[in-house]
């Protein structure tokens, strides 16, 4: 009997194997990251909870490696309040006292720069505190977010407790997506067919022609939804395509993987087995919207045309490079519509810097958007475009939850970037594809 | 192990974090009372008082209850209002860990059609046994066995603290 990709590298982890459905006494983690939301709190009860062990074996408190966590400011920065100045300044001394790294403000979205910096690699098991943490399964990690006690737990030891092996449900995608169709329209799609809790404990593993074919931006933004149908994780086996963006991507940092880091690598056998299988058909996906309040309410385009007010093009689902290209040709030589207030975000310095570099942040600008610095600005609700009661706004983000984005009268819907950009011209749910030209 | 509690309030399906405790006050406080007191704000205002009526409260829900975002500060917001157990037909995963990581009984039955607000409920961890003592009904708990553990044990530190003291002494000075 073969083994899934989610069976092998928590094999790997533990060196025997496991089957889904076990229970683990003990599973050592490769990467923990924390953002400014959970950092914070996580760091001062690791101090308070264990500093007396510490203290008793006669050690200087450590994390159990520092080399293997990461901080990133990244909800409501640069800094929107007292508190959240005051967390962050926490979470930059302890780790300078504990010599890990800290990111800077600005320098992106969590789940963006974990793999676009080459700190979570394919193979690894990598957790933080923040659902939205399976996004790295788009690499071939096996990732997911976990709370507070279990990241301050995390730092001591570097342990997750008492972790079940999940099954895996199959997502087999065949046909090629239509032109004006994207990884979001796709993902959107599956939502609505699976519901909020339809993958619930179970890991969402894609596979299939399609997702052979899409590229490393379109990966992120299905595993990065796959959450949202409770999904435990999701996953896309490595590839030549992965391969090929984790070789950039820790150029600038080490140079080359490892050996080690290359032994971890794994795909599930081909008599791996699912507790599901759902066959999907990526041709017949239309452009999909998600309407308020929950993103398992998927419609195509096609049937909605509701007034939108304003529109966000952002988050960690949705602000990587070709996002903003093709919002930018959609946007070209085109104003947003007098009523609508579009806010950009792209999701990293690196992409900002990019997108600027190659006029894309110029074309966007002369739209009339608003361009904010890289953090999650309006998808968390609290700052850069909070919504009044009775807003509508289409966002690119992942959550579309009553109050989600402030007042809990407005209405959220979530979309692709296309989508986005021609809502924003049209000031209503709009199809992108009149503008796609042939 | 047993708890008895008062169900204070029952939803439907899909209950998320965000409804729980909205975002834009996670960064405002690392207190764990203050997001009590803010407990589900948006979504159901009188949640609080109804769960403060009584010192020993319980939660039901249907399906995917705590689905969304991963914040600990919703176990947070229903436990420190007096709440004992959450008890519904399913759980995520993070939701569920972080309930028993601070000692907030995750209950998982498979129907809590027939349970009512206002009905008095009997916890037995021991034997894995709601019972309904308004409505003399008894629902089989599920749990594997590491759950029932921690649950009994209140979440993991004592356990996490125990690991740390044996790397510690393993390792080199
Ligand atoms: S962009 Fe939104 S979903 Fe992503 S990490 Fe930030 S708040 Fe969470």
Not at chain 2, 74 to 100: G, H
């Amino acid at each position: 009997m073969g083994s899934t990709i989610t069976e092998k590298i928590v094999s790997r982890a533990l060196g025997r194997k496991v089957v889904a459905g076990e229970v683990v006494t003990a599973l050592p983690v490769d990467k923990l990251y924390f953002n400014e939301v959970i950092g914070p709190p996580a760091i001062l009860n690791f101090q308070k909870d264990f500093a007396d062990v510490f203290e008793q074996s006669g050690k200087k408190m450590k994390v159990f490696d520092p080399s293997r966590v990461a901080f990133m400011p990244d909800h409501t920065v640069p800094s929107c309040s007292i508190m959240v100045s005051s967390g962050i300044k926490l979470m930059g001394d302890f780790a300078k006292q504990q010599g890990l790294m800290m990111y800077k403000e600005g320098d992106g979205i969590e789940h963006t720069i974990a793999s676009e910096d080459g700190f979570v690699l394919p193979g690894e098991i990598a957790v933080a505190t923040d659902s939205h943490t399976c996004t790295q399964g788009a690499l071939g990690a096996l990732a997911f977010g976990i709370g507070t006690t279990e990241g301050e737990n995390l730092l001591a030891t570097g342990e997750l407790y008492s972790f079940t092996v999940p099954e895996s449900v199959r997502f087999n995608v065949k046909g090629a997506l239509q032109r004006g169709v994207y990884p979001k329209d796709l993902v959107l799609h599956v939502l609505g067919r699976m519901g909020e809790g339809g993958c619930s404990k179970r890991v969402a593993e894609y596979t299939g022609p399609t997702i052979d074919s899409m590229a490393m931006d379109g990966r992120f933004t299905i595993c990065n939804l796959s959450v949202e149908m409770s999904a435990r994780t999701a996953i896309i086996n490595p590839d030549e395509t992965t391969m090929e963006y984790v070789t950039a991507a820790v150029q600038g940092r080490s140079g080359s993987l490892s050996p080690d880091e290359k032994a971890a690598i794994a795909r599930s056998d081909p008599d791996a087995v699912y507790s599901q299988t759902v066959d999907i058909d990526a041709s017949a996906v239309e452009p999909t919207v998600s309407l308020p309040h929950s993103p398992a309410n998927a419609k195509p385009v096609s049937q909605v045309s509701d007034p939108i007010n304003m529109v966000f093009l952002g988050s960690c689902a949705n602000a990587r490079r070709s996002d903003l290209e093709v919002a930018a040709k959609i946007l070209k030589g085109r104003k947003v519509h007098r009523d609508v207030n579009l806010i950009v975000i792209p999701a990293s310095r690196k992409v900002y810097n990019w997108a600027m570099a190659n006029g894309i942040l110029n074309t966007i600008a002369e739209s009339g958007a608003n361009i904010e610095s890289s953090n999650c600005g309006p998808c968390f609700g609290k700052h850069m475009g909070i919504l009044a009661p009775g807003d509508r706004c289409l966002s690119t983000s992942n959550r579309n939850y009553k109050g989600r984005m402030g007042s809990p009268e407005a209405f959220i819907y979530l979309g692709s970037p296309a989508v986005a950009a021609a809502t924003a011209l049209e000031g209503r749910i709009a199809d992108p594809r009149p503008y796609l030209g042939e | 192990m047993q708890v008895r509690g008062k169900v204070a309030r029952k939803f439907g399906d899909d209950i998320n974090t965000d409804y729980i405790i909205p975002a834009y006050l996670l960064q405002e406080s690392w207190d764990k009372q203050f997001f009590a007191d803010h407990a589900f704000e948006y979504y159901d205002p009188t949640f609080k008082s109804a769960c403060r009526a009584s010192k020993e409260s319980v939660v039901v829900a249907a399906n995917n209850f705590g689905c969304g975002s991963s914040r600990e500060q919703a176990v947070y917001a229903i436990k420190y209002n007096n709440v004992v157990a959450v008890v519904a037909q399913s759980f995520p995963d993070i939701f569920y860990r972080n309930c028993l990581n601070n000692g907030l009984l995750p209950i998982q039955v498979a129907d809590t059609s027939s349970i009512q607000e206002g009905d008095e409920l009997l916890l037995d961890l021991q034997i894995r046994n709601l019972r309904n003592l308004s409505r003399d009904i008894e629902y089989p708990i599920e749990a594997s066995d590491a759950a029932i553990e921690q649950m009994k044990r209140g979440g993991f530190l004592g356990y996490v603290r125990e690991r740390l003291r044996q790397k510690l002494m393993e390792a080199p000075s």
